[in-house]
C-alpha cells in the first residue's frame, strides 16, 4: 500500500487554498505517495469520515481558481475559537475519534490548512497524537513566526481595486466614500489597501481614532478645495474607550462577527460635517476570486514545503516565510499571537508623511 497523506482546509476561505492542495498532492505524488483530501474541514475526520482522493492528473487547472474543492467551516463541533478570540479545548472523545479515523484511513500525517483557529485545532490534534503539518492561511495577516500568509495579498489587491473605483465616484459627487474592509483585530488590510489605493484616513484596530479628529481631516480637505475623501475603516476598528462593533447576535462556540463599523463611522461622518457619505462594505469580495500571481508562488512554495516536513518527519510544526526561505516553526510559536501593525513602524509612519489620518 503506497504511503498515504491527509489535507484538509479550515475557517474562511480564501485565494490560493486550491493552489496549496494542487502544490502538495502533486509534490506528494512525485515521491509516490498518495494524497486523501478530507471534506468540509475538520467535522470531515469524523465518523463516517468523509473524504475523496485527490488525482494528481487533476490538480493543474487549481492554480488560479478561487475556493477549495474540499469544503470549509469556521463552525461545528471542533470550534476552537469564541467570542473575542478566547481559546475552547475541543472534548477529548472528539480528538480521539478524529485520530482513530485519521488512522483507519492509512494517514501517516495530516496537512492543516488554515489561520490561528484552524491552527489551533491541529495543535490540539497533534498533542492527541495525530501526526499534523500546518499551513498558515489567512486574509487577515495575522499570524505570528511567518512573513506572510497566503490569501492576504490577493484580499490587499481587492481592497485597493475598490479603493480606485471609489474615488472616481467619490470625486464625481463631492461625497466622502467609507469603505469597511475585514482584518478581525489587525489592520493589515486597511492600511496596505489604504495606502496602495490612495485613501485619505485609515482607521485600524491597533489605533483607537476619534471622530473629532477624523472630521477634522475631512474639512481640512475642503479648505485645500479637495471635495471628497476616501476612508478606509478595518471591520475591528473602533472609537477611543469604544467597543468593537458585532453583526448579529453571538453564536455559541463561535468567534464574534465583526463588522457594521463603516455604516457607524459613515452616519457619524455626515452628521457632524454635513458632507454627503457613502458606505461600502467590501465583505466576503475579498475572499472570492483567483489568487494574485504572488499568493499563487507563495502557495506553491506553502505546499510543496508541508510535504518536505512530513517527509522528515517533523510534526507539530507549521510551514513559514521567511524570506527568501521556507522554514518550519512549531504550530505553538504561531498560535495564540495576534500579529498587528505596528503603531510607530515604518508602514504607519510612511502613511503620516503622506498627510494620511488615523482619526487618533
Excluded at 275 to 299: A, I, S
Excluded at 336 to 356: E, F, K, N, Y
Aim: glycine share 14%; with cysteine; charged share 20%.
Amino acid at each position: 500500500m503506497k504511503t498515504r497523506i491527509g489535507i484538509l482546509t479550515g475557517g474562511g476561505d480564501c485565494p490560493g487554498l486550491n493552489a496549496v492542495i494542487r502544490a502538495v498532492v502533486k509534490a506528494a505524488a512525485k515521491r509516490d505517495w498518495e494524497t486523501l483530501g478530507i471534506l468540509g474541514g475538520f467535522d470531515g475526520l469524523l465518523s463516517p469520515p468523509r473524504q475523496r482522493l485527490l488525482d494528481y492528473h487533476e490538480m493543474d487547472a487549481l492554480l488560479f481558481v478561487g475556493g477549495t474543492i474540499l469544503g470549509t467551516a469556521n463552525k461545528g463541533q471542533f470550534a476552537a475559537k469564541t467570542g473575542h478570540g478566547d481559546v475552547r479545548r475541543i472534548p477529548n472523545a472528539i480528538l480521539a475519534e478524529a485520530q482513530r479515523n485519521c488512522a483507519n484511513l492509512g494517514l501517516r500525517a495530516l496537512v492543516v490548512v488554515g489561520g490561528d483557529g484552524s491552527l489551533t485545532i491541529g495543535q490540539q490534534l497533534f498533542e492527541q497524537g495525530l501526526p499534523v503539518v500546518g499551513v498558515p492561511k489567512t486574509i487577515d495577516n495575522d499570524l505570528e513566526a511567518t512573513v506572510v500568509t497566503f490569501g492576504f495579498d490577493s484580499a490587499v489587491a481587492s481592497a485597493t481595486d475598490a479603493l480606485d473605483r471609489l474615488r472616481t465616484t467619490a470625486q464625481s459627487h463631492q461625497r466622502v466614500m467609507v469603505l469597511e474592509v475585514m482584518g478581525r483585530y489587525a489592520g493589515w488590510i486597511a492600511v496596505e489597501a489604504g495606502i496602495a489605493g490612495g485613501g485619505d484616513v485609515i482607521l485600524i484596530p491597533e489605533i483607537p481614532f476619534r471622530y473629532d479628529r477624523l472630521c477634522q481631516k475631512i474639512l481640512e480637505r475642503e479648505r485645500e478645495g479637495k471635495t471628497f475623501t476616501l476612508v478606509v475603516v478595518a471591520e475591528g476598528a473602533r472609537e477611543q474607550a469604544g467597543e468593537y462593533v458585532t453583526a448579529g447576535s453571538g453564536e455559541a462556540n463561535r468567534e464574534a462577527r465583526l463588522g457594521g463599523i463603516g455604516a457607524v463611522v459613515a452616519a457619524e461622518i455626515q452628521q457632524r460635517t454635513g458632507k454627503e457619505t457613502r458606505v461600502c462594505v467590501l465583505g466576503h469580495l475579498q475572499r472570492g476570486g483567483p489568487p494574485t500571481n504572488f499568493d499563487r508562488f507563495l502557495c506553491t512554495r506553502f505546499g510543496v514545503h508541508a510535504v518536505r516536513l512530513i517527509a522528515e518527519e517533523r510534526y507539530g510544526q507549521m510551514v513559514a516565510y521567511r524570506p527568501p526561505d521556507m522554514v518550519g516553526v512549531p504550530i505553538t510559536e504561531a498560535i495564540g499571537r495576534l500579529r498587528t501593525v505596528p503603531q510607530d513602524g515604518d508602514i504607519v509612519q510612511t502613511a503620516r508623511c503622506l498627510g494620511i489620518s488615523f482619526g487618533d
